[in-house]
């Protein structure tokens, strides 16, 4: 069964440059979710979309932006990054009823 | 304010043991929803299981079974004979779901768990 993807897999940045996150959700979900993982820490929610706007928001910098697609797809795009931007980045897609959320491998992204 | 607790932070077990993981949580709503997920070495998270707080049934997966128990706020997972497989960070998480609550996911700290050979 398709699960979600995300690209790139991984993501070597300097301070104060930019990235880009793509998310593909799974054919059919409607629903897209973004976390951020940081070393040894739990999941943190960031920002959901459905049906291209935004449903929900988090702890989200303000250098964060995202959002979804007319063929779902999501993307995050985080600007002036930080040293503490290093992290794991997460989509979930969910489909209509947005209960159980499907995980993809996530984005190990790394400024230096 | 949702809220996740799991008290363990790392377990460690010899093979063919039974461990069971704790997760107790906080919550209004009167709708929601509680989850375990799975996360191996390789960094994925697994979805493992969903409870949705009306249904108070125990749930048995193989070598997994989950313990809800409302009266006591909690919602702990049970691996019986443990292989060096299952050894992963396991989270348990809350949303309020999708009928007016919020579909964030409240994750707990996670449990480490280690399954010696």
């Known amino acids: 069964a398709a699960g979600v993807i995300q690209s790139p897999r991984h993501l070597i940045k300097e301070k104060r440059e930019t990235a880009t996150l793509k998310c593909y959700p799974i054919?059919?979900?409607?629903?897209v979710y973004w976390y951020q993982q940081g070393p040894g820490q739990d999941p943190q929610f960031l920002i959901s979309f459905y049906e291209k706007m935004q449903s929900d928001k988090g702890s989200i910098p303000d250098r964060f932006s995202a959002q979804q697609f007319s063929d779902y797809h999501s993307e995050l795009n985080m600007s002036s990054l930080e040293l503490g931007d290093s992290a794991l980045y997460f989509c979930a897609s969910s489909p209509a009823g947005r209960v159980i959320q499907y995980f993809g491998a996530g984005t190990r992204l790394s400024v230096l | 304010a949702q809220k996740v607790t799991q008290a363990q932070t790392e377990i460690s077990v010899v093979e063919k043991e039974d461990v069971t993981l704790d997760c107790v949580y906080e919550?209004?709503?009167?709708?929601?929803?509680l989850f375990w997920y799975k996360q191996p070495p390789s960094g994925e998270l697994v979805f493992l299981i969903r409870?949705?707080?009306?249904?108070?049934q125990n749930e048995i997966s193989g070598r997994y079974s989950w313990n809800f128990q409302k009266s006591t706020s909690s919602f702990n997972f049970t691996i019986t004979a443990s292989q060096v497989v299952d050894s992963a960070v396991y989270f348990c998480?809350?949303?309020?779901?999708?009928?007016?609550?919020?579909?964030?996911?409240?994750f707990g700290k996670g449990t480490k768990l280690t399954v010696n050979p």
């Open positions: 409870r949705n707080s009306f249904d108070e």
């Open positions: 998480a809350l949303n309020g779901g999708a009928q007016g609550g919020s579909e964030k996911l409240v």
């Open positions: 054919p059919r979900h409607d629903t």
């Open positions: 919550t209004r709503d009167t709708t929601y929803y």
